[in-house]
């Protein structure tokens, strides 16, 4: 930094052209400041915390309080996406709705992020019987129906178990259990590459540890690439929980989740449909925003699509 | 072809250990659950639970039951319904199957046959209106769960429209009668269409940038053979890496659309029997379910090497 201050005088005075020096989340963030659909993901998904965040605090109704006026009443100004079957708020339970959608996406990216990062990071780095091993395995999940088996977990681990009570916890779980291999393969894809490269072999050189060369040569070079794989888990994530919840094996009433409301509207949708079109349209649009976010990000990151 | 016949051969290997191995795990997580499936019927006498337990082999140590249920499996035959006595499961999922397969192959070919026609145009109109309507209704359509279409259609279909269609979407057609299968198999093959359609578009782009399609334009062909033969056959291959997974996705998503729809496939069975705690049919269905997306991604790879001569086994 103090080198460019430096020198930032006589590059005035002189009108050399100089490339300027970018790193690699500089030059996405000029890059996705471009791309407007990304943007409005990005938006949304500000907006998205934002009522989550509130929603821990403040609803204009407590998200269980039944009766609060006639059951089945379409939007009025006294609450504007309308009450439920059982006379709910329904804009109460879509803010909560938002704050269990949050932490499911965040807790599922963190777990997931967990499991396929070193197992990704130590197929690629050390090769041979390890990597062997971990992508035998990596090719045998791909192998599974993973929502139904995750659909299994969620069952045995909370209600037949009893190990993990039934809520957003296990729905995380049996998610990440079932889905870590994306990040790990491509972790373990950019580790491979990775680590045949010049300032790899240089640290090596240097004396590095192998722990060293992952975590501060290896791992900080994957993480474009990484962001844009765990922001496509976020939307599998939050699909994933209101696919359960909707089945009615996901959280149980009267968690607000967006999926277990359309569940309970879709009964009496052909004289009240607003009860089911606020949580799908909340949950399309907060899958769509992400996706975009997602796609933003990738080109972004990509670097044959540079300016 | 040898290549091929060595490859196929190791793959089955694969899928029958891939399917061997989550159903064991499936049957051992499922036989750990405390208490019995008995658990809940009322007025029930020691005896005849005794009787019950016995007659299900429920009362023999679990590796004697795994044991006969391997042997079971080897002989096709996956026992018998907990809830149900007396209702076998292998003819019973058979069945369903019959009936899951019937939406599921509508389903690909909207997902397919959507897909690659939105995709194509989009391409080669780049930039003009045809593009942006059929490329962002691709970019919204992804986002959309496919069970909140299905919400939808059955509320378009069954009550908006309900003098044409008289309430029915659907109703139990058995193998080979589509005439009520549309609605769901759209809901199904709509998200993945949209997929479909991106991938197909930028493929498509790249592709006839290249100097074949405009030898081939060029020499004069018409446009149904530059785009058809030169074009499209390369923009296809990498589709055609997706459609594992989104085969993968259709089974997957029945589950949930059978139940919106009330067909009575292998999806709907899987989620009544978990709620009925029906654990043999729960175990039959996963089984079932593991070895066709297995066999599902088979077929894909075998397909690939057909379209594109340069990849071989």
């Known amino acids: ?35 407007r659909l990304a943007l409005v993901g990005a938006v949304v998904i500000v907006l998205l915390l934002v009522v989550a965040l509130i ?14 006026g006639p059951t089945y009443q379409p939007p009025t100004l006294r609450h504007p996406f309308g009450l439920d079957q059982a006379g709910r708020d329904i804009l109460s339970r879509i803010m909560g709705g938002a704050l269990i959608t949050v932490q499911v996406g965040v807790g599922s990216a963190l777990i997931v992020s967990l499991i396929g990062i070193p197992l990704g990071l130590l197929a690629g780095f050390y090769r041979g019987k390890v990597d062997t091993a971990i992508s035998f395995v990596i090719n045998i999940w791909y192998g599974i129906p993973d929502l139904l088996v995750a659909l299994i977990l969620v069952f045995v681990l909370s209600d037949a178990l009893h190990l993990i009570p039934r809520g957003v916890f296990v729905i995380i779980v049996a998610f990440a259990l079932t889905r870590w291999m994306d990040v790990a393969r491509l972790v373990r894809g950019q580790a491979l590459a990775l680590r045949e490269r010049e300032f790899v072999e240089a640290a090596r050189m240097a004396g590095a540890r192998d722990l060293a060369l992952l975590l501060r040569h290896i791992f900080p070079n994957a993480l474009g690439p990484l962001i844009v794989q765990i922001t496509f888990a976020i939307p599998a994530a939050v699909l994933f929980e209101a696919f359960l919840s909707f ?12 999926g277990a409301m359309a569940a309970d509207g879709y009964h009496g949708m052909d004289f009240a449909p607003h009860i089911v079109l606020a949580p799908t349209l909340a949950l399309s649009i907060t899958l769509m925003a992400f996706n975009w976010l997602g796609d933003g990000l990738r080109d972004a990151f990509d670097p044959r699509m540079k300016r | 072809m040898r290549g091929t016949v060595v490859y196929v051969g190791q793959r089955l290997i694969l899928i029958a250990v891939t399917t061997a191995l989550v159903s064991s795990i499936v049957f051992v997580l499922l036989h750990q659950i405390p208490g019995n499936a008995f658990l809940n019927e009322t ?14 082999g429920l009362d023999r140590p679990l590796p ?15 026992g018998e319904s907990l809830v149900n006595r007396g209702v076998q499961i292998t003819p019973l999922l058979i069945r369903e199957t019959s009936v899951s397969a019937t939406v599921g192959l509508f389903a690909l070919l909207v997902t397919v046959g959507l897909g690659l026609l939105l995709g194509v145009i989009a391409a080669l109109r780049q930039n003009t209106w045809v593009d942006y309507v059929a490329s962002s209704t691709a970019v919204v359509g992804y986002s959309i769960p496919s069970f909140v279409i299905a919400i939808f259609g059955l509320l378009i279909f069954g009550h908006y429209f309900y003098i044409w269609t ?41 592709t006839i940038r290249n100097d074949y399609v405009r030898t081939a334009w060029a020499k004069g ?86 379209l594109d001569p340069r990849i071989r086994y």
Request: glycine share 8%; aromatic share 10%; charged share 15%.
């Open chain 1, 55 to 68: 929603s821990m605090v403040w609803t204009p109704y407590p998200v269980w309080l039944q009766a609060v």
């Open chain 2, 43 to 56: 007025r029930q006498s020691p005896e005849a639970l005794a009787a019950a337990l016995r007659h299900y």
């Open chain 1, 247 to 258: 089945l009615g094996l996901g959280l149980p009433p009267p968690t607000p989740s967006w």
């Open chain 2, 221 to 306: 062909l018409s446009a149904r053979i530059v785009v058809l033969r030169h074009a499209l056959r390369n923009a296809l291959i990498p589709v055609v890496t997706i459609l594992g997974p989104l085969i993968t996705g259709i089974i997957t998503g029945s589950v949930v659309i059978e139940n919106i729809f009330g067909i009575p496939g292998l999806g709907k069975e899987f989620v009544t029997s978990i709620l009925a705690r029906d654990y043999n049919i729960v175990i039959g269905v996963f089984t079932f379910y593991a070895a066709l997306v297995g066999l599902a991604n088979l077929t894909v790879d075998v397909i690939y090497p057909l």
């Open chain 2, 166 to 206: 008289q309430g029915t979407v659907y109703y139990d057609p058995g193998w080979g009668d589509w005439t009520q299968v549309p609605v769901p198999a759209v809901a199904l093959g709509l998200p993945y269409a949209s997929y479909v359609a991106r991938l197909t578009r930028a493929s498509m782009l790249e």
């Open chain 2, 64 to 78: 004697a039951q795994y044991l006969d249920w391997v042997r079971g499996v080897l002989r096709g035959n996956l």
């Open chain 1, 1 to 35: 930094m103090a080198h460019a201050a430096v020198a930032q005088p006589e590059l005035e005075l002189a009108t050399y052209e100089v490339a300027e020096q970018v790193t690699l989340l500089n030059d996405a963030w000029r890059r996705i400041r471009r791309n």
